[in-house]
């Protein structure tokens, strides 16, 4: 069973940077592809970003939804069995509950019914 925490989330101004991360327990971090998604009031869940496992002789292929392409940017590091969403320029509408989850595959998935184990969320919020 593997356990995810998410931290980081906060209240911020349009414009302003933030970052998560995703704190992976109880399973093997480097078997799973990783993505993070996002729900805002009324609304359904929605795809924000992924990535893949680590290969051996490459690093992990990353995925990102249009809407925070070239703002967000999701890496995952091994060692700490974490994965992070950096996000940067962020806008009103980007104001959510975002949620990490691990998926039992080797690349990124969109679909969230694709995933095996999520966080409890982190609420991110940007005034304008």
């Known amino acids: 069973q593997v356990r995810l925490v998410e931290s980081g989330g906060g209240l911020v101004q349009a414009g302003d940077s933030l970052g998560l991360s995703c704190a992976a327990s109880g399973g093997t971090f480097s078997s799973y592809a990783m993505g993070w998604f996002r729900q805002a009031p009324g609304k359904e869940r929605e795809f924000v970003a992924a990535?893949?496992?680590?290969?051996?002789?490459?690093?992990?292929?990353?995925d990102y939804a249009e809407s925070v392409q070239g703002r967000f940017t999701i890496s995952r590091d091994g060692a700490k069995n974490t994965v992070y969403l950096q996000m940067k320029s962020l806008k009103p509408e980007d104001t959510a509950v975002y949620y990490c989850?691990?998926?039992?595959?080797?690349?990124?998935?969109?679909?969230?019914?694709?995933?095996?184990?999520w966080g409890q969320g982190t609420q991110v919020t940007v005034s304008s």
């Open positions: 990535i893949s496992r680590s290969g051996l002789w490459s690093g992990a292929s990353t």
């Open positions: 989850a691990a998926a039992r595959a080797y690349y990124s998935r969109r679909d969230y019914s694709e995933y095996d184990y």
